[in-house]
T-cell receptor, first 116, second 119 residues
Framework: NAGVTQTPKFQVLKTGQSMTLQCAQD?????MYWYRQDPGMGLRLIYY???????DKGEVPNGYNVSRLNKREFSLRLESAAPSQTSVYFC???????????????FGNGTRLTVT | AQTVTQSQPEMSVQEAETVTLSCTYD???????LFWYKQPPSRQMILVIR??????QNATENRFSVNFQKAAKSFSLKISDSQLGDTAMYFC????????????????FGTGTLLAVQP
């Protein structure tokens, strides 16, 4: 089935540890996004990739890095995890900037990350 | 910068009744899109309904409809005949257009309203 797949679904880290959240899509979409969701704050954009080979900062990029490995995959890395990065992380895709708005974002099912 | 405000953190409604969720936004743009997303306990984000700012007619999707007031920058969601499966967090979202009118696909979300449908 077409969609956006995030791994892992859950993760617990200790402060200072590093990890990479993986996102893969088989929708042939050009653009990919990483959001974080925190209680009372909605979803906030961390980084996005408008097309393969490009990445840009979103609203809350500090403490994160991203890699657009190819058209299908967009990973989010925490080099030194902090408790403030405890959150639910969502990967999303869209056909690309300038396209029809009919389906603006397709979301993965999220990764719940806890940093102790 | 655009902002989206949902002033109702939580709401409750009886099954089969109607409920309205509020959303206001602030922008200097004239053309943009607005959306409502639903997030059930499964955590999945589901697009419920969308509205183009240039359209005066309010969007409807089955039991879901919006009241779009462009001058007031208001975009409320009405759920008719509420069902238990409507229990979810609902997010209002704003998307501005590119200068040539296409989607930017960068959504700005409100903080969400948690709706509980009671049997």
């Amino acid at each position: 089935n077409a969609g956006v797949t995030q791994t892992p679904k859950f993760q617990v880290l200790k402060t200072g540890q590093s990890m990479t959240l993986q996102c893969a899509q088989d929708m042939n979409h050009n653009s990919m996004y990483w959001y974080r969701q925190d209680p009372g704050m909605g979803l906030r954009l961390i980084y996005y990739s408008a097309s393969e080979g490009t990445t840009d900062k979103g609203e809350v990029p500090n403490g994160y890095n991203v890699s657009r490995l190819n058209k299908r995959e967009f990973s989010l890395r925490l080099e030194s995890a902090a408790p403030s990065q405890t959150s639910v992380y969502f990967c999303a895709t869209s056909p690309g900037q300038g396209s029809s708005y009919n389906s603006p974002l397709h979301f993965g099912n999220g990764t719940r990350l806890t940093v102790t | 910068a655009q902002t989206v405000t949902q002033s109702q953190p939580e709401m409750s409604v009886q099954e089969a009744e109607t409920v309205t969720l509020s959303c206001t936004y602030d922008t200097s743009e004239n053309n943009y899109y607005l959306f409502w997303y639903k997030q059930p306990p499964s955590r999945q984000m589901i697009l419920v309904i969308r509205q183009e700012a240039y359209k005066q007619q309010n969007a409807t999707e089955n039991r879901f409809s919006v009241n779009f007031q462009k001058a007031a920058k208001s975009f409320s969601l009405k759920i008719s005949d509420s069902q238990l499966g409507d229990t979810a967090m609902y997010f209002c979202a704003f998307m501005k257009l590119t200068h040539y009118g296409g989607a930017t696909n960068k959504l700005i979300f409100g903080t969400g309203t948690l709706l509980a449908v009671q049997p």
